[in-house]
C-alpha cells in the first residue's frame, strides 16, 4: 500500500481500488460409503458453503458433488461425478452450472510395449491325475480336461483333451499362476496349487483323487495305547510312515483305494516293549469310500525278582539261601533260587501277586500290584532265620 501511494502521488498509477471483506462464512463436510470384496463400490459425496461478506454487499457460493466408483478388476476402475455449484452475487440472481465426469482408471502393471518394447514369454503345463501321490508329472499319467488355470486373477484358460493349457506373451517379470479344479469327489493337490513362476516357466498340476484313508492302534497286553511308536505303509513304491499318538491310535489320509502293507517298526518300540506275534505285519485293503483298519498289540514287559537269604551270625551278615522253592500264588507258578540265592517271574500280566517261601513251620509272603506298563520289579526279598545258606 506505501508504495502504490507513493505512486499515485507521483502521477504514474491514475488511481487505485480497495476491496474489503470484513467477514467470511465457511462450512462443508463430507460422507462416504464403500463395500467389500474384490468388486468394491463406493459412494462419496461433499457440500461446501462460502458466504463472502463484502462492503457492496454478499456474495455466496454453494457446491454439491456426489460421486460412484467401482472396481471392475484389480487393474480397472470407473468413477462417475455430478456436482452442482450455484453462485450469487450483490443484486444479482443465483445462478446453478451443473457439471457431469464420466472417467476410467486402469493401472499398468509395467510399460506398455508401444513406449518401451519388453520381452515376452510363455506360461504352459499340465494337469495330470496323480493317484500315487508321486508330485511330479510322467508319461502316460492320466490327463484332466477342464481345469481351469489363472494367469494374475485376469487371464484364464482351460485344460484342453491333453490337460495342456498355454499362456503366450506374457509380459516380463514375476507372475502368479493357480489351479482351480471343480469336482463333486473330494480330492487334493500334490503339487503346489499356487505359485509365483517368471514369464517363461512350465507349471505342471498334480491332482488325486481321496475317499478313504487308514485307521488303527497299537496296544499292549492290557488293552492300554502305546504313544511315540512308528507304522509304515507301502504300497508298490509309494511308502508313509505315521507315529501313534498319546492313546496309541494313528490315521493316514489320501490313500486312494487299493492293497497295503502295513507294519510296525520294531526299533520305535519304547523301552519294555516287545513287538510280539501280534505286532507281525499286515495286509489290508482300502476301500473307496471307507477306511481300512489295522490294530497291533505288543508284549509288555513285567518282572518280579528278589533273592532268599539267611542271617549268619558267625560273620553277623546275610548269606543266600539256594534251591529253595519261591511261589507265585495267582498263577500256579514257581522259582528255585539259584547260586546266589535269586529267583525271577517273568512276562506277567498286570494284576495283584502274592509271592510266598516256605520258612520252616511258617509262610513268609509279600503282596505285589503290576500295573499296564513295563514294570521290574526288583529286590523282592525274604530274608530267614532258619535255613541252609550256600557253603
Given amino acids: 500500500m506505501s508504495t502504490n501511494s507513493s505512486l499515485i502521488a507521483a502521477g504514474y498509477l491514475k488511481g487505485a481500488t480497495i476491496n474489503l471483506a470484513p467477514a467470511r462464512v465457511q462450512a462443508g463436510g463430507t460422507a462416504d460409503w464403500s463395500s467389500r470384496g474384490a468388486h468394491r463400490s463406493q459412494v462419496s459425496y461433499s457440500l461446501l458453503f462460502n458466504d463472502n461478506h463484502s462492503l457492496q454487499g454478499s456474495t455466496q457460493d454453494l457446491g454439491h458433488t456426489l460421486s460412484y466408483s467401482k472396481t471392475i478388476t484389480h487393474s480397472d476402475q470407473v468413477t462417475l461425478t455430478s456436482s452442482v455449484f450455484a ?129 488303527g492302534r497299537v496296544l499292549n497286553d492290557a488293552g492300554q495305547g502305546v504313544a511315540g511308536v512308528t507304522i509304515a505303509i507301502q504300497r508298490h513304491e509309494l511308502k508313509w510312515s505315521v507315529a501313534t499318538q498319546a492313546d496309541g491310535s494313528f490315521f493316514v489320509p489320501r490313500l486312494i483305494a487299493g492293497d497295503y502293507d502295513v507294519q510296525l517298526d520294531e526299533d520305535s518300540l519304547p523301552v519294555g516293549y516287545s513287538a510280539a506275534a ?62 546266589t540265592g535269586r529267583y525271577m517271574f517273568r512276562d506277567l500280566p498286570p494284576g495283584y501277586y502274592t509271592v510266598s517261601v516256605q520258612d520252616g513251620a511258617q509262610t513268609s509272603t509279600r503282596k505285589l500290584r503290576l ?12 530274608p530267614r532265620r532258619d535255613s541252609h545258606p550256600a557253603p
Fill in 87 to 215: 453462485l450469487e452475487y450483490p443484486g444479482s440472481a443465483r445462478q446453478y452450472t451443473p457439471n457431469f465426469l464420466l472417467s476410467w482408471r486402469h493401472l499398468l502393471q509395467h510399460v506398455p510395449t508401444y513406449v518401451v518394447p519388453e520381452k515376452r514369454g510363455t506360461i504352459s503345463g499340465t494337469v495330470f491325475r496323480d493317484d500315487e501321490s508321486k508330485g511330479v508329472w510322467q508319461r502316460g499319467m492320466t490327463p484332466m480336461p477342464g481345469v481351469d488355470v489363472t494367469l494374475d486373477d485376469g487371464r484364464h484358460a482351460r485344460t484342453n483333451a491333453n490337460g495342456s493349457y498355454r499362456f503366450s506373451a506374457v509380459p516380463r517379470g514375476r507372475h502368479r499362476i493357480a489351479a482351480i479344479c471343480h469336482s463333486q469327489n473330494s480330492f487334493f493337490f500334490t503339487t503346489a496349487s499356487d505359485l509365483e513362476v517368471d514369464e517363461d516357466a512350465t507349471v505342471n498340476f498334480g491332482i488325486a483323487y481321496s475317499l478313504s484313508g487308514l485307521i
Fill in 371 to 382: 500295573g499296564a506298563q513295563p514294570i521290574d520289579l526288583t529286590d523282592v526279598d525274604f
Fill in 278 to 339: 501280534g505286532a507281525k505285519p499286515r495286509q489290508i485293503v482300502v476301500g473307496p469310500s471307507s477306511p481300512a483298519n489295522a490294530a497291533f498289540t505288543v508284549q509288555t514287559f513285567r518282572s518280579i525278582s528278589g533273592r532268599v537269604l539267611t542271617y549268619d551270625e558267625k560273620t553277623g551278615q546275610y548269606l543266600p539261601v539256594i534251591r529253595v522253592q519261591v511261589n507265585l500264588l495267582e498263577l500256579g507258578s514257581f522259582s528255585v533260587t539259584d547260586g
